[in-house]
């Protein structure tokens, strides 16, 4: 069994900022790719963030500049440091990590997602 735990939405005013927290745990070996996405009221799922395993990361160009991902490997930890934050930011946001349980079984895990609202 593993699970992922989202922690750290809420709501902010434009230009404010918040840091997500994920933490995976349970039957793990060990994680490759760990990412951020997310999900707008009507609008499909999208990539926001993803990091490897040794640190190499990638961004969707709306949030460059603005957001940044990291990851605790020894915690099983990711998060999402969001700044300048504008209301169409506003969704709810998933994290998700492909690792390799304890059984060898390689797949991709989603968390519960958190909501992030951006108003004044």
């Known amino acids: 069994q593993v699970q992922l735990v989202e922690s750290g939405g809420g709501l902010v005013q434009p230009g404010g900022s918040l840091r997500l927290s994920c933490a995976a745990s349970?039957?793990?070996?060990?994680?490759?790719?760990m990412g951020w996405y997310r999900q707008a009221p009507g609008k499909q799922r999208e990539l926001v963030a993803t990091?490897?395993?040794?640190?190499?990361?990638n961004y969707v160009d709306s949030v460059k500049g603005r957001f940044t991902i990291s990851r605790d490997n020894p915690k099983n930890t990711v998060y999402l440091q969001m700044n300048s934050l504008k209301p169409e930011d506003t969704a709810v946001y998933y994290c998700?990590?492909?690792?390799?349980?304890?059984?060898?079984?390689?797949?991709?895990?989603w968390g519960q997602g958190t909501q992030v609202t951006v108003s004044s």
């Open positions: 998700n990590a492909d690792l390799i349980s304890r059984s060898y079984y390689r797949s991709t895990y």
């Open positions: 349970g039957s793990i070996f060990s994680i490759n790719a």
């Open positions: 990091i490897t395993s040794v640190g190499n990361t």
